[in-house]
C-alpha cells in the first residue's frame, strides 16, 4: 500500500511471513537528476532512488527518497495542491519512489493488488482516478535493474485509510467523520453507517494545514523577538513542538541565536488556525449533528482534538479517536483493506 501524499509519502510493505507491514515514509520532493552533482556527493550508499517515470517530461529522471533534501532546489518544493496532482512529474516520481522503496524491503516483483491513497480532492476527479489506475498498473522498471508488476490498483481517499485502521463492528454502524491534517491541506470523508462515503459531505480545504500553525507561531515569536524570524527556523519549530507533545508539563522552548523562547504563550495564535480549519469543515459538512464519532488522522492531530474540544460546535458525546502512530493511520488501513479485498476474492 502506498500513500502519496503533499507533504510526505507513507509506505506499508507486506512480509511474506505473515507478520505486520512495515512501515515507512519519506518526503514528497523530487529533485531533477543531475549527473554531476550526484557524482560529486558520492551518494551510493545514501537512501536515495534515481527513478525514471514512465510518461514524465524530464528524460533523465528524479531523486526521491529519505535524503533527497540536499538535492531540493526551490522549484522542485512546489506542486499542485488539487487534482492536477495526480499528473505532475512529482506524483510520478514519487509513486516509483514509493515502489522502489517496497521492493528494496522486500516486496514481491508481482503485486497482485496495490492499494493507492491520494487526496480526496484528486480522488474526487474520476477522470483522473481512472488514469492514476491506469498509470499504476503494469510493468515498472526499477533502479538496480529491478522491475515490479503491479497486476491490480485500487485508488481510494487517504482519509478513509484511517477509517479502515480503526473501524470496527461497532464503528461500522455509526456516522463517522474522518480528519486528516497534513502539512498544507486538511481533508475530510464523512462515512455513513455501514461505511459508505458521502462524497457531498467529504472534501478539502488549502493552505490550512501545519504548515499554517507553525507560521503563525512563529509569526507571534517574531513579535517577542522584535525582528522577523527566518522561515528556516520552522523545522526546527516542528521538532521542538513535536518533542514536547510528550511531555505536557513541561514547557516547550526553543533556542535561537543563544536565546531561549518559551512556545507556550505563542501556541494559541498557531491554534487560531486549526480552530478556523475546523468552523470551515464543520460548514462544508453542513453540520455535524450526526456525527457519533471523528477519526483525526495524519501528524499532528492533538492539536486538531483541541479544536474540536474546545470549538463548541460538535455534541459533547461525540467520540474523539486518535489512531497510534497516526502518521501511518492512513496506509496501514489501505494494507488492511488490500488484504481484505485480496481475501474476499480468493474465497469467491
Not at 537512501?47 to 528524460?59: C, D, E, S, T, W
Not at 510520478?92 to 487526496?119: K, N, Q, T
Not at 525582528?227 to 522552548?253: F, N, V
Not at 498557531?270 to 457519533?292: L, M, S, T
Request: net charge negative.
Amino acid at each position: 500500500a502506498s500513500d502519496i501524499g503533499y507533504s510526505r509519502v507513507k509506505i506499508a510493505t507486506s512480509p511474506l511471513d505473515g507478520n505486520p507491514p512495515e512501515l515507512h515514509n519519506f518526503i514528497s520532493a523530487a529533485a531533477q537528476y543531475n549527473a554531476a552533482e550526484f557524482e560529486l556527493a558520492g551518494l551510493t550508499a545514501r537512501r536515495i532512488f534515481h527513478v525514471h517515470p514512465k510518461g514524465a517530461l524530464n528524460p533523465n529522471g528524479y531523486l526521491v527518497g529519505d535524503d533527497v533534501r540536499s538535492f531540493l532546489r526551490p522549484q522542485d518544493y512546489s506542486r499542485a495542491i488539487d487534482q492536477r496532482f495526480l499528473d505532475s512529474d512529482t506524483y510520478r516520481a514519487l509513486f516509483y519512489g514509493s515502489l522502489a522503496h517496497m521492493v528494496d524491503r522486500g516486496a514481491p516483483s508481482v503485486m497482485d493488488l496495490l492499494v493507492l491513497g491520494v487526496p480526496v480532492r484528486a480522488w474526487q476527479d474520476q477522470q483522473r482516478k481512472r488514469l492514476a489506475v491506469d498509470y499504476a498498473r503494469g510493468v515498472h522498471r526499477l533502479p538496480n535493474h529491478r522491475s515490479v508488476e503491479v497486476r491490480d490498483v485500487i485508488v481510494l481517499p487517504q482519509p478513509y485509510g484511517a477509517y479502515a485502521d480503526v473501524s470496527d463492528e461497532a464503528l461500522s454502524r455509526k456516522s463517522v467523520l474522518i480528519i486528516d491534517g497534513g502539512e498544507f491541506t486538511t481533508d475530510w470523508l464523512f462515512i455513513e453507517p455501514g461505511g459508505r462515503i458521502h462524497p457531498g459531505r467529504s472534501g478539502s480545504v488549502s493552505d490550512r494545514g501545519r504548515y499554517n500553525y507553525l507560521q503563525a507561531i512563529l509569526t507571534s515569536l517574531s513579535g517577542e523577538a522584535g525582528k522577523e524570524l527566518p522561515e528556516r527556523l520552522l523545522y526546527d519549530l516542528d521538532m521542538c513542538l513535536r518533542a514536547s507533545e510528550g511531555q505536557p508539563d513541561e514547557d516547550p522552548i526553543l533556542k535561537v541565536g543563544g536565546r531561549q523562547y518559551n512556545l507556550r504563550e505563542h501556541l494559541p495564535r498557531g491554534q487560531e488556525k486549526i480552530n478556523d480549519v475546523i468552523r470551515k469543515i464543520v460548514n462544508a459538512v453542513g453540520g455535524v449533528v450526526d456525527v457519533e464519532t471523528v477519526v483525526l488522522a495524519g501528524g499532528n492531530p492533538r492539536v486538531y482534538e483541541r479544536a474540536i474540544q474546545q470549538g463548541g460546535l460538535f455534541d459533547d458525546l461525540t467520540d474523539i479517536v486518535i489512531p497510534p502512530e497516526s502518521i501511518y493511520s492512513n496506509v496501514r488501513g489501505f494494507h488492511t483493506f488490500g488484504e481484505q479485498t485480496l481475501a474476499s476474492k480468493l474465497a469467491a
